[in-house]
């Protein structure tokens, strides 16, 4: 059986993670596994790079801001409001406009996304988008993090 969860605005747990403020909204245990529902604030020019979840969907919201979609042969770019699924197996990337941040509401099926932001990120100390790193993570390790996932990174990592 499932968990009632209700949340304030702000509420959950934050992760940083590649750049980006990772809230998981709702994740595994209240769901049995069934999802995770994550609010993704990213930092202009932001993007990810072009990946298939092997047994995951994934569905973003926007927010705020201006994001990019691509699955495919098709492309779209959104304010908000605009809403993007992207079925398990087919390539797809996503980037912010440089015109600046914007935050999604993201829900994958399936509670391995979570897991994978747990295992990457790192909890955040404030709610906001990290400052940009020293250095660029390696990535090989990223590739083999996303793996573990059962996400594939087609594309070299951005």
């Known amino acids: 059986m499932t968990d009632l969860k209700m949340l304030k605005p702000g509420e ?7 750049g980006v403020l990772a809230t998981i909204k709702v994740g595994g ?4 596994g069934a999802m995770t529902i994550a609010e993704f ?9 072009p990946h298939r979840h092997i047994d995951q969907d994934e569905l973003f919201y926007v927010l705020d801001g201006e994001v990019t979609f691509r ?10 409001g605009g809403l993007a699924w992207l079925p398990r197996g ?3 990337t996503f980037e912010i406009s440089r015109a600046g941040p ?3 509401f993201n829900i994958h099926t399936g509670s391995l ?6 295992d990457v990120g790192e909890i955040a100390p404030e709610a906001r988008i990290p400052d ?9 390790a990223i590739v083999e993090a996303f793996a573990r996932y059962n996400i594939e990174i087609v594309g070299a990592p951005a």
Do not use: K, M
């Open 41 to 49: 604030e990213a930092p202009p020019g932001w993007g990810v790079p």
């Open 90 to 92: 087919r390539i797809h």
């Open 113 to 118: 996304f979570e897991n994978l932001v747990q």
């Open 12 to 18: 959950g747990d934050h992760y940083w993670l590649l």
């Open 71 to 80: 699955c495919d042969d098709t492309e779209a770019t959104y304010t908000r």
């Open 29 to 32: 245990e209240a769901t049995d």
């Open 102 to 104: 914007a935050r999604l």
């Open 132 to 140: 940009s790193p020293d250095e660029a993570p390696d990535p090989r």
